[in-house]
């Protein structure tokens, strides 16, 4: 059994996917990230990706993660901060 079908499945990726960005958007320290984001399409491939991830059906077509943050200014501060609010989620 993964872990995706072990958490269970859709519903539980649906849910950790919606706290945390409800999370993240609270979080002064990264919220800017998201300004300017169309949040709909990002909780649709955060939670394609966290699928894939977790062993479930692999339907995520994203960049990998090195692609798709390689024009930020992310700092060392900036991961841990979405470390912690992916944690506190999980």
Do not use: C, W
């Amino acid at each position: 059994m993964s872990v995706y079908e072990t958490i269970g499945g859709e519903a539980a990726i649906d849910a950790a996917v919606d706290i945390f960005y409800r999370k993240v958007l609270a979080d002064d320290r990264i919220s800017e990230f998201f300004d300017t984001v169309d949040m709909e399409a990002q909780h649709v491939k955060q939670k394609a990706f966290f699928i894939m991830a977790l062993g479930g059906p692999n339907s995520y077509t994203g960049k990998d993660m090195r692609e798709a943050h390689k024009n930020m200014k992310l700092s060392e501060d900036h991961f841990n901060a979405v470390a912690e609010q992916l944690i506190a989620t999980l």
